[in-house]
């Protein structure tokens, strides 16, 4: 929300106050501007308009990776190839817990649950390195990776999101999740799935603005 702020001050029997970045406009009493507690008051509602037209929040939710895109983390995992990558390559890549933070490892019976619907007859229809795993319990494990980054923006008026009549923001980011299978110290699967552009946009109204939140405060709940 940053930008060249501006009010213009137009003296006319109602003076009105207008930001020219948000478009709010505050009407100041119809009284003599020359009055002394009259500039006060004018100028005190510059002063209020022009902090409510920089103060309009923003927010990110990022979990941490060393990727900085959906492109970047789909690069990696492309130069990972099964019975050829050693954990080694993998850790440089970025798909171990030693090389980045929230990777997750799982045993043999998470790869059941997440991979396998119907475990007893698995062996027809699996990739060949989920079948060698499944043969093991010990050596085989896997590393999942879920990236996840958003950026928050909010607009419209100011005044109205600040008292919480009507809210609109809008969400833009990506997600990246891979899931690599190994034996000992070999990859020998992996899979991938993601959204390399989320878009979002939310308009939330509130008839009664910051007292919205009060009436279900007020419910009585049930008796015990």
């Known amino acids: 929300m940053q930008g060249t702020l501006a009010v213009e001050i137009k003296h006319t029997p109602v003076h009105r106050l207008t930001c020219t970045h948000c478009g709010s ?3 100041p009493p119809t009284e003599d501007f020359s009055d002394p507690l ?3 008051i004018c100028l005190f509602l510059v002063s209020l308009l022009l902090a409510a037209c920089t103060v309009l929040p923003h927010g990110n939710q990022v979990v941490i990776s060393k990727w900085e895109s959906f492109e970047q983390a789909m690069q990696a995992y492309q130069q990972v190839q099964p019975y050829v990558t050693s954990l080694e390559q993998l ?3 970025g798909f171990t817990p030693d090389s980045q933070a929230n990777v997750r490892i799982l045993n043999r019976a998470e790869i059941v649950e997440r991979l396998i619907a119907t475990p007893d007859h698995y062996h027809d229809s699996l990739p060949r390195g989920l079948r060698e795993c499944l043969n093991l319990t010990d050596d085989c494990y896997a590393h999942e990776v ?3 980054v958003t950026r928050d923006k ?4 100011v005044v109205a999101d600040f008292l919480n009549f009507r809210r609109k923001v809008e969400t833009r980011g990506w997600e990246f999740n891979a899931l690599i299978v190994l034996i000992k110290d070999l990859v020998v699967y992996k899979s991938w799935s993601g959204t390399p552009q989320i878009h979002k946009r939310s308009d939330t109204t509130n008839p009664l603005g910051p007292l919205q939140s009060i009436g279900p405060a007020l419910t009585p ?3 015990l």
């Open 25 to 27: 406009v505050m009407k």
């Open 38 to 40: 009259m500039k006060t």
């Open 91 to 93: 850790n440089e890549l």
């Open 146 to 148: 879920r990236v996840r």
């Open 154 to 157: 909010r607009h419209g008026n």
């Open 221 to 223: 709940g049930p008796d």
